[in-house]
């Protein structure tokens, strides 16, 4: 990696990154010391993250010994697999671990921050183009809160790993509520429920953004893109 020293767990991130935040509460879950590296995401990209992640140039990037690990849900594996002794994530059943992996995936392609993909279009389409997209997306929640059911966690008792990939979008409800008009709470109070349940875990309490700058970050991404 250059001339910067990457040995230990440095990890490359931007404050607000939902998928980003999936890492440090995995890392802090397992008890892993690392170096958090900041990314200007809305300026220059550092050389280490473009040498880093060369292929999509974006955060997160865990580097572990020098050895770069790309993509969120594919670096909570990792840090599951590497330090396997405290706080597994995945369930040791392979049959439960599909599961939780099919579920982890649904929400990585439909569970998008407001700047991104699906999700995007609450904020900026009008009209019927909106109303379609809340629908959309309030069928989305709709259907995570049936997988929840009653449980504490996806998983059942255990803090694990869907639940890693849905927590850090709880900062993002404020946003996704004010601009798409609608309660999520209302919706679906289970889900809002289970978010408050991992609110009261460390590792999720020090690493989530607070909802108002989450929603005011998203003000600033709406005047850059000159969105009314």
Excluded at 202 to 208: D, G, I, P, Q, R
Excluded at 209 to 225: A, C, I, N, W, Y
């Amino acid at each position: 990696m250059g001339e910067v020293d990457t040995k230990g767990v440095v990890l490359l991130d931007f404050w607000v990154s939902p998928f980003g935040q999936r890492c440090r509460i995995a890392l802090a879950e397992k008890g892993v010391e690392y170096e958090y590296r900041e990314e200007n995401l809305l300026g220059d990209k550092s050389p280490l993250l473009l040498e880093s992640n060369p292929v999509y140039k974006k955060v997160p990037v865990l580097i572990h010994d020098g050895k770069p690990v790309c993509e969120s849900l594919l670096i909570v594996q990792y840090i599951d697999e590497w330090w396997p002794h405290r706080a597994p994530l995945l369930p040791a059943d392979p049959y439960a671990r599909a599961h939780a992996r099919f579920w982890a995936d649904f929400i990585d392609k439909k569970v998008r921050p407001p700047y991104a993909d699906a999700s995007y279009v609450l904020w900026k389409l009008k009209g019927e183009g909106h109303s379609a997209a809340k629908e959309e997306f309030t069928g989305i929640l709709k259907l995570l809160e049936g997988e929840l059911g009653d449980k504490k966690y996806f998983a059942g008792d255990a803090f694990g790993f869907v639940d890693i990939a849905l927590v850090p979008f709880v900062c993002w409800f404020y946003t996704y509520e004010t601009y798409a008009g609608f309660s999520i709470e209302e919706l679906t109070p289970k889900l809002v429920a289970w978010g408050k349940r991992c609110m009261e875990r460390e590792s999720v309490a020090k690493t989530l953004s607070d909802p108002h700058k989450v929603f005011e970050f998203v003000g600033v991404l709406k005047k850059r893109f000159g969105v009314e």
